[in-house]
């Protein structure tokens, strides 16, 4: 009995002992990369925007005065940028060569002694104290008048005869913008036509020739052809737009008179004679001179056939 007592009391202990082995020993918590990855219900954190998008939650309102500045070559220049709204840390104009300028003020002038270059893009800017930054261009338009300007007949010299066509070409030389340039025909005072030129994106010096087609009437013997080159700068440009108007070019225009046949009473041994008035100008040399005896025969040999 004893034994058997002492048996079971062993197996009693060692059931005990590894329960309480059990109960000691516990996990190790997950490591980090364990972790499950938060519900999809979960919002999403709030993103920061870039300084565009912080800019644009602030008022940026730049504003530039005049809004186009219109400058002759080599002539000074000045412009105002402002900035009326707060949050904003200082103004600053760029992309002028020479020149640097900003200030924590909430405005700043330009000014530039003279302007040298064709192609000029200023910009103010304004910097924003959360870091972001606006800006505006200022369109800056450089002229230069027309150096000369003349007129001619294009592949024609001499007289002109009615009901023909004829060009005329007009040439602009060294003029800038192009494409601000308008020429405009002339015959005496009446305006003929008005023509642009097609150079929009040209901003340096160039030459400019225009063309249009005349068919001269014997009305406009005597008159005068010309041309003007124009350039259009706009409301904010000179108040007098620049204008260069080329030399007259006078035109003679020959025509063929018209002839009414007439019969006349004639007595024998009587000489017949006939004139020929025509307000067609008579030119030099031999020619004029035949035609006008051909045409005194003509009508003295009609007068006679119809007697």
């Given at each position: 009995m004893f034994a058997a007592g002492w048996m079971l009391t062993l197996v009693l202990i060692c059931l005990i002992g590894s329960a309480i082995s059990l109960a000691l020993i516990t996990p190790a918590p997950p490591l980090p990369s364990q972790i499950s990855p938060p519900s999809t219900n979960l919002l999403p954190p709030t993103s920061i925007g870039s300084p565009a998008e912080l800019v644009a939650t602030v008022d940026c309102n730049l504003k530039i005065s005049p809004s186009v500045l219109v400058v002759r070559?080599?002539?000074?220049?000045?412009?105002?940028?402002?900035?009326?709204?707060?949050?904003?840390?200082?103004?600053?104009?760029?992309?002028?060569?020479?020149?640097?300028?900003?200030?924590?003020?909430?405005?700043?002038?330009?000014?530039?002694?003279?302007?040298?270059?064709?192609?000029?893009?200023?910009?103010?800017?304004?910097?924003?104290?959360?870091?972001?930054?606006?800006?505006?261009?200022?369109?800056?338009?450089?002229?230069?008048?027309?150096?000369?300007?003349?007129?001619?007949?294009?592949?024609?010299?001499?007289?002109?005869?009615?009901?023909?066509?004829?060009?005329?070409?007009?040439?602009?030389?060294?003029?800038?913008?192009?494409?601000k340039l308008v020429v405009t025909f002339y015959r005496g005072q009446t305006p003929l036509g008005q023509?642009?030129?097609?150079?929009?994106?040209?901003?340096?010096?160039?030459?400019?020739?225009?063309?249009?087609?005349?068919?001269?009437?014997?009305?406009?013997?005597?008159?005068q052809y010309w041309c003007e080159a124009k350039l259009e700068l706009g409301p904010t440009g000179p108040q007098h737009p620049p204008v260069e108007m080329s030399q007259n070019l006078p035109v003679m225009v020959l025509w063929n008179p018209e002839i009414q046949p007439t019969k006349l009473p004639m007595k024998e041994?009587?000489?017949?004679?006939?004139?020929?008035?025509?307000?067609?100008?008579?030119?030099?040399?031999?020619?004029?001179?035949?035609?006008?005896?051909?045409?005194?025969?003509?009508?003295?040999?009609?007068?006679?056939?119809?007697?």
């Open positions: 070559f080599g002539d000074p220049a000045k412009a105002n940028c402002s900035n009326p709204s707060t949050g904003f840390l200082f103004l600053g104009w760029e992309n002028i060569k020479g020149v640097s300028l900003h200030t924590t003020e909430s405005f700043l002038v330009l000014s530039v002694d003279n302007i040298t270059e064709w192609s000029i893009n200023p910009i103010c800017f304004s910097i924003s104290d959360l870091g972001g930054q606006c800006n505006i261009s200022l369109p800056l338009i450089v002229y230069k008048p027309p150096e000369r300007v003349s007129i001619q007949f294009l592949n024609h010299t001499g007289p002109m005869f009615e009901s023909h066509d004829y060009t005329l070409q007009c040439t602009v030389q060294d003029v800038a913008p192009v494409g023509l642009r030129s097609s150079g929009i994106a040209e901003k340096t010096p160039v030459n400019e020739t225009f063309t249009l087609i005349v068919t001269p009437h014997r009305g406009d013997n005597g008159s041994e009587k000489c017949l004679e006939c004139e020929v008035k025509t307000t067609q100008p008579l030119g030099r040399g031999s020619t004029n001179s035949y035609r006008g005896g051909f045409l005194s025969i003509a009508l003295l040999a009609h007068l006679i056939n119809g007697l």
